[in-house]
């Protein structure tokens, strides 16, 4: 029986590698190393399950068909979005604010949305970074934090 070899490069959506990367191919296991590449050695070749799991990436698990000698197998796993939701409250009566504006802009993207009858506001698809957000309303100092 040959012996193969997997190896590849785990990357996320945005073509950044991806460290600490858990991956398993039949008996093997490793983790991506600081530029997103592993390798595991010693597999019978045949047909196997490749499984990629991260924190906040998820997990990918794909059948693969390994052939003798070495093999390439590289990965794009994708941030799972988060999400931001929150109340804005008039800093005196400690009531909730309707219809303020509030921008977020970021890294990730920008996104806008304007708080409820309640001051309660949601925005959804977020990705990893870091943002600043502005709250605007008629009668009210802009915040920007």
């Known amino acids: 029986m040959a012996f193969a070899k997997i190896s590849g490069k785990v990357s996320d959506q945005f073509n950044n590698p991806l460290k600490g990367v858990s991956v398993n191919c039949g008996w093997g296991l490793a983790k991506t190393d600081e530029n997103g590449k592993y ?10 399950t490749a499984t990629f799991t991260k924190k906040d990436y998820g997990r990918i698990q794909m059948a693969v068909t390994i052939n003798p000698g070495a093999n390439i197998l590289n990965v794009t796993m ?6 931001l939701s929150g109340k804005v409250t008039d800093s005196v009566s400690n009531a909730g604010l309707p219809g303020v504006a509030i921008a977020m802009t970021g890294q990730g993207g920008n996104a806008n949305t304007i708080t409820d009858s309640t001051g309660n506001f949601g ?12 709250f605007t309303k008629t009668g009210y100092v802009t915040v920007t934090r």
């Open 78 to 83: 994708v941030f799972e979005l988060g999400t």
């Open 39 to 48: 390798g595991i050695s010693g597999l019978c070749s045949g047909r196997h």
């Open 123 to 134: 925005i959804t698809g977020i990705t990893p970074g870091s943002y600043s957000f502005t």
